[in-house]
């Protein structure tokens, strides 16, 4: 079983920046895909960002394309999403999933692709 903790989440004024990790409890994330989901009060999960588990390919949602950055440190075996330009409808429980992959080039855009999801952290925009 593969527990998976976020962190960096808080509260931040239109046009700030935050940094949200994703980490795996006793293991390394390095061998797996991840994605980063987000759900807000009153919406279904969306699908925000994803990273195959080279790193070398990465998709976003439409939205926050040009704005966040999903990238991983594999010295700490972290992923992490860089969030730039943070607009209020940002606002939502951010969550990240991973899934062991045999190939190093795929990564997963549905949430039920992955075996494994984090407890969330909460982003706050204010305007």
């Known amino acids: 079983q593969v527990q998976l903790a976020e962190s960096g989440g808080g509260l931040v004024q239109a046009g700030g920046s935050l940094r949200l990790s994703c980490a795996a409890s006793?293991?390394?994330?390095?061998?797996?895909?991840t994605g980063w989901f987000r759900q807000a009060p009153g919406k279904e999960r969306e699908f925000v960002a994803a990273?195959?588990?080279?790193?070398?390919?990465?998709y976003y949602e439409n939205s926050v394309r040009g704005r966040f950055t999903i990238s991983r440190d594999y010295a700490k075996g972290t992923v992490y999403l860089q969030m730039n330009s943070l607009k209020p409808e940002d606002t939502a429980l951010y969550y990240c999933a991973a899934k062991r992959t045999l190939f190093d080039d795929v990564y997963y855009t549905t949430e039920r692709a992955y075996d494994y999801r984090g407890q969330g952290t909460q982003v706050t925009v204010s305007s």
């Open positions: 006793g293991r390394t994330l390095s061998s797996y895909a």
């Open positions: 990273t195959s588990s080279s790193g070398g390919h990465t």
